[in-house]
Antibody, heavy 123, light 106 residues
Framework: EVQLVESGGGLVESGGSLRLSCAAS????????MSWVRQAPGKGLEWVGR??????????DYAAPVKGRFTISRDDSKNTLYLQMNSLKTEDTAVYYC??????????????WGQGSLVTVSS | DIQMTQSPSSVSASVGDRVTITCRAS?????LAWYQQKPGKAPKLLIY???SLQSGVPSRFSGSGSGTDFTLTISSLQPEDFATYYC?????????FGGGTKVEIK
């Protein structure tokens, strides 16, 4: 069974930093493309970014609102995905989900989701 | 970037009703995916490649469309279908979601 468990969320002041982790199990993590998606309170889904597998090139893409402030990384030896968030703003307040993706040529989907980790940025 | 616009933003319906949700892309895309999210839970993939049902998804859900206009149809709404639905596209591997459609009990 695929399991994704996020941790590291909490309350942080504006301008501060936080690192989220996502522990993966039930699949071959090193072969997986992984994303972060966030959801502000009462709002819709917003893709944050993604890291490809090493065999897929290992490249990382970010959404414009977080580019230059957030860094996605992975440790395949620990089956863990990370999201380092710096220079946090109040608008970064959200539940952050990690996902295990299906990068098929026909269609890229986010097949498995964690339970989410709440990040609250205070002013 | 491709923008995805869903309509309506909310719909009130009764059990047994047919419900259709529309997603429009700001430019032509090749396919679309749909997700269902219940309060306090993570989203769940329903449909991929525009019209293919994810394993375990009931057949009352269907997807269609092409170009810029796509639809999700629930043929006969069930109590467990009251939720928020999101469309999703990926262009050059950059992902964007629609704003969501909340299906509420009438």
């Amino acid at each position: 069974e695929v399991q994704l468990v996020e941790s590291g969320g909490g309350l942080v002041e504006s301008g501060g930093s936080l690192r989220l982790s996502c522990a993966a199990s039930g699949f071959t993590f090193s072969d997986a493309w992984m994303s972060w998606v966030r959801q502000a309170p009462g709002k819709g889904l917003e893709w944050v970014g993604r890291v490809k597998s090493r065999s897929g090139g290992g490249t990382i893409d970010y959404a414009a609102p977080v580019k230059g402030r957030f860094t996605i990384s992975r440790d395949d030896s620990k089956n863990t995905l990370y999201l380092q968030m710096n220079s946090l703003k109040t608008e970064d307040t959200a539940v952050y989900y990690c996902t295990a993706d299906s990068p098929q040529p026909c269609c890229y989907t986010l097949d498995y989701w964690g339970q989410g980790s709440l990040v609250t940025v205070s002013s | 970037d491709i923008q995805m616009t869903q309509s309506p933003s909310s719909v009130s319906a009764s059990v047994g009703d047919r419900v259709t949700i529309t997603c429009r892309a700001s430019q032509i895309i090749n396919w679309l995916a749909w997700y269902q999210q219940k309060p306090g839970k993570a989203p769940k993939l329903l449909i991929y490649a525009t019209s293919s049902l994810q394993s375990g998804v009931p057949s009352r859900f269907s997807g269609s469309g092409s170009g810029t206009d796509f639809t999700l149809t629930i043929s006969s709404l069930q109590p467990e279908d009251f939720a928020t639905y999101y469309c999703q596209q990926s262009n050059s591997f950059l992902i964007s979601f629609g704003g969501g459609t909340k299906v509420e009990i009438k």
